[in-house]
């Protein structure tokens, strides 16, 4: 898989390049990246990227002119020229926008997805992840100031992308994670022991369709639940022991026990994942006696220490 990335700030991602797993999947040839800078594409002595709002207002927005030069420079053709008649796009979007639109209507596809890195764009999960795999290209386009000409979005981009609800700066570290997190998906990239923890449980993001309103109905790996918690060496630390459980070699109680805390966890952090999550009946039975009531409001603000596991 190809990253190609453009954005004002090329040496941001020098160190991100450098280190752990990303580091190795381009040793290694698993992955290949390119960063452009927007800045190549202007023809001014300033080196003009951004411009002011029309009808007024706060910030800079980032001109087309630059952008689009970049992409182009990259043999990314408007959308329109990619074979997509824009009566197809008009459809795709209302079929996207409607109620029965599935998140991951790209699933499975090949060839190349232009991503706008926004706080405006939908946001990216691990079953997104999962739907950039199969591609051989992606390009990141990194967004700055208060944003970029919509025309650009409208004209090159498949999909606007947000990785939370909050704002950046820009849209440099969206486009990192957006890479670290498809990177560790790559075959050979992690081996086999981190593919097969994604499919413990037996599901995997992918195969979870999306609800009536489009919402994936997992946004992790095993089941839609997060992940428990780990321990290693030594078994006691700071006076707290590592939980006996994991030390006997009991596989089965591991098993059972690690299942507990996932449950343990999603509640007390993120208990909106219980909705889809796919929950056994013995998970419910263990999920009400932490605490949880289906379909209902949790208690909001910081859980009692009594509820953490200790
Ligand atoms: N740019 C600014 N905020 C962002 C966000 N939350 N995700 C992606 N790109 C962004």
Request: net charge negative.
């Amino acid at each position: 898989m190809r990253f190609e990335i453009i954005t004002i700030f090329p040496e941001f991602f020098s160190g991100f390049f450098e280190h752990g797993v990303v580091r190795r999947a381009l040793k290694d040839g698993l992955v290949s990246v390119e960063v452009r800078d927007l800045r190549e594409f202007t023809h001014d002595r300033h080196r003009t990227v951004d411009d002011r709002p029309f009808g007024g207002g706060e910030g800079m927005v980032l001109k087309p002119e630059p952008l689009a030069e970049a992409l182009e420079s990259l043999g990314i053709a408007a959308k329109a020229e990619r074979g997509l008649s824009s009566l197809t796009l008009a459809l795709e979007k209302n079929r996207e926008e409607g109620a029965s639109g599935s998140v991951d209507k790209d699933a499975g596809q090949t060839g190349t997805r232009v991503i706008l890195l926004s706080a405006q764009g939908r946001r990216f999960t691990q079953a997104t992840a999962r739907e950039l795999l199969p591609l051989e290209r992606v390009v990141l386009v990194c967004g700055r100031y208060e944003g970029v000409d919509e025309r650009v979005n409208s004209l090159y981009c498949d999909r606007e992308v947000s990785i939370g609800d909050y704002v950046l700066s820009g849209g440099e570290l969206a486009a990192a994670v957006v890479m670290d997190a498809v990177t560790r998906l790559v075959p050979g990239v992690l081996g086999n022991e981190a593919s097969s923890e994604f499919e413990s449980f037996g599901v995997k993001d992918t195969e979870i369709s999306a609800d009536e309103t489009g919402v994936p109905r997992s946004q992790h790996g095993s089941g839609g639940l997060l992940d428990y918690p780990h321990f290693t060496r030594p078994a006691e630390f700071k006076g707290l022991a590592a939980p006996e459980v994991l030390l006997n070699g009991d596989h089965q109680q591991i098993r059972r026990w690690r299942r507990e805390q996932q449950l343990r966890k999603t509640l007390e952090n993120r208990p909106d994942l219980l909705e889809h999550a796919q929950l056994s009946d013995e998970d419910r039975r263990m999920l009400v006696d932490l605490g949880w009531r289906p379909g209902g409001r949790q208690p909001a603000g910081w859980p009692s220490r009594g509820r953490r596991q200790g």
